[in-house]
Structures are given as structure tokens and as C-alpha cells.
């Protein structure tokens, strides 16, 4: 294997391209991740919860508000067919309002034998993560620390948004992956330049799959990671 193989998804082509509005997004999440209409339900109900919240704590930026369907919902939803479909433990760095944990959460309902830790360090967007886990009914182990000072135990995925660069998170993630668990992160347009930043340290595979939320995005799923200073160690 060399040290970074990375392998491209091309677009679907029924993919869309720009922005992408609460209908087209709602449409998507029925048909791409299979999503119920109480499911919905449940999302409006964390919507509400957020617009309440939001201008009180600092949760998300106040200009996503508006797109809470493709930027928030959408954006996270997309991570579960891209695990493996036996995935039964996940962990989210850096969750704060939720995303992606709190949407996986929602969504692995129907794989009642399924575990998600969210580990937070904001004790503000804790409260607000066990607030919308009451509010939506959702099953999630919320920990309120620093990655850095929780004991890793090696789970199935590990998944983190606008957390870190992808070599720092690699250094978070690899001690919480399985042998054969994946991490997916949702990146922007300089995924190529982390990619070979990461690779300086790490060998793993990886491959990028266009967004469906935000066609200027992807997201990333790496996989057989070892330190280049020592197997899965730093
Ligand atoms: C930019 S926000 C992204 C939040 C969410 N993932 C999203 O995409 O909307 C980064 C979050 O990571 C949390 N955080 C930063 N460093 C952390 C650490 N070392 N351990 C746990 N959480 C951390 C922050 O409190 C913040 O809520």
C-alpha cells in the first residue's frame, strides 16, 4: 500500500449542483438516507429547539439558521450510508449542537443495538445536546470533556465537522478506530492539501465522496490507518 491512496467518487448525476433549498433537502433525506416522516418530525422539533437556543448561546452561526436543512441536517445525514451497514459504535468529536452526532443518533434509531458517544468540551452545548436528545426521544451517550482526556475504547466510526484539520484529527481518531473501523468527516474544497498534509505522518486509505449538501464539499472516509511512527500509536 503507498503511504495515502485516495480514490474519487465521481458526481451522481442526480446530483445537485448550488444551493439546495428546505424542500429539496427534506426530498433527499427521504429518498438518499431513507429518512421516515416522524423522523422529519423529530428534526423539526430539534430546529425549534435550535432558533430558541441559538441567540442565546453560541451554537451554530446565526447565517446557517436559515439552512438548517441542507447545512446542518442534510450535511450530517449523509455520513450514514457511507459507513459500513453493520456499524454499530460511533463516536462524534466535537459535537457542539449536534452535528453530525445528534442527526446519526436520530437516524440509527432503527439499529436499536447501536451506540454513539458525542464528546463535547463546551459545558453550554452539552446542556444543549441533552436538551435535544430529550426533546427528539434519542438514545446518545453525551461526555462532557476534552477528547485529549478520555480513555479511547475502539469503536466502528468515528465522524467530527469543523473540528480540526484532518492531520490533527487523525491524531484524535486512530486511537478510537477498530482495526477495521472508518472515520468520515465532512471537509471543504482544500480536502487534496489535508490529505497530503495528513499523509506526512499517517498511511491510510481514503476516499472522497462528493457532498450532497454543498457541491463545493465532500466528505472524507479513511480507513487502515497506521502511524508512520509506529503502528496506530503516537
Ligand atoms: C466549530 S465547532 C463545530 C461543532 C459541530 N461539529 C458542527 O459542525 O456544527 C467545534 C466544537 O468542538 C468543540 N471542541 C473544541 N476542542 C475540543 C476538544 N479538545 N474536545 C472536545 N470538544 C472540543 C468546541 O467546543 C465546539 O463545540
Known amino acids: ?53 441559538a441567540p442565546r448561546i453560541n451554537l451554530v452561526g446565526a447565517s446557517t439558521l436559515p439552512y438548517f436543512w441542507s447545512r446542518h ?33 436520530v437516524l440509527l434509531e432503527n439499529r436499536p443495538q447501536s451506540t454513539l458517544f458525542l464528546i463535547e468540551a463546551n459545558t453550554k452545548r452539552c446542556a444543549f445536546l441533552r436538551e435535544a436528545a430529550r426533546a427528539m426521544e434519542v438514545k446518545v451517550e453525551i ?28 491524531t484524535y481518531a486512530v486511537p478510537w478506530m477498530a482495526q477495521s473501523g472508518h472515520a468520515l ?19 491510510f486509505q481514503s476516499i472522497i465522496y462528493p457532498s450532497l449538501s454543498d457541491s463545493r464539499g465532500c466528505v472524507v472516509k479513511i480507513f487502515n490507518c497506521h502511524s508512520k511512527l509506529g503502528l496506530c500509536q503516537l
Open 73 to 105: 441536517i442534510l450535511d450530517s445525514a449523509q455520513i450514514l450510508p457511507l459507513a459500513p451497514p453493520n456499524a454499530v459504535s460511533w463516536v462524534d468529536f466535537g459535537s457542539g449542537a449536534g452535528f453530525p452526532g445528534l442527526v446519526l443518533a
Open 1 to 53: 500500500m503507498s503511504a495515502v491512496e485516495v480514490h474519487l467518487v465521481p458526481l451522481p448525476d442526480n446530483q445537485i449542483i448550488g444551493t439546495i433549498d428546505e424542500l429539496q433537502a427534506q426530498e433527499l433525506l427521504v429518498s438518499h438516507i431513507g429518512a421516515s416522516r416522524e423522523t422529519l418530525d423529530r428534526f423539526r422539533a430539534y430546529q425549534s429547539l435550535l432558533e430558541k437556543w
Open 185 to 203: 468527516f465532512p471537509k471543504g474544497q482544500d480536502i487534496q492539501a489535508e490529505l497530503i498534509k495528513a499523509s506526512t505522518r499517517w498511511q
Open 143 to 170: 461526555i462532557q470533556a476534552k477528547i485529549e482526556d478520555v480513555a479511547p475504547i475502539k469503536l466502528d466510526v468515528v465522524t467530527a465537522r469543523a473540528f480540526t484539520s484532518l492531520d490533527q484529527l487523525m
